[in-house]
């Protein structure tokens, strides 16, 4: 549904907004992803694990999904 092609979820040849994109709309996946390269000691990355993207990524969640259907406060603050 998210994703624009036919490949395995995840495909373990995805770049890092694939995974971005597992992790968010594919969570059960993401996991069972990461418990993969546990089992196996390897990073998909060369640089970052899973795991460490999923902190970052966790980090970075705005307060409000649908940001741009929010209005503008108008009380004056």
Not at 4 to 25: A, D, E, V
Not at 35 to 43: L, Q
Request: glycine share 4%.
């Amino acid at each position: 549904m998210y994703l624009s092609h036919n490949n395995c979820l995840p495909c373990f040849k995805g770049g890092k907004k694939h995974f971005y994109q597992i992790w968010r709309y594919y969570p059960k996946y993401f996991e069972k992803a990461i418990i993969a390269e546990c089992n196996i000691g390897y990073s998909v990355f060369k640089d970052i694990t899973l795991a460490e993207l999923q902190k970052q990524w966790e980090a970075q969640i705005p307060m409000f999904d649908d940001i741009e259907d929010l209005r503008p406060c108008m009380c004056a603050l």
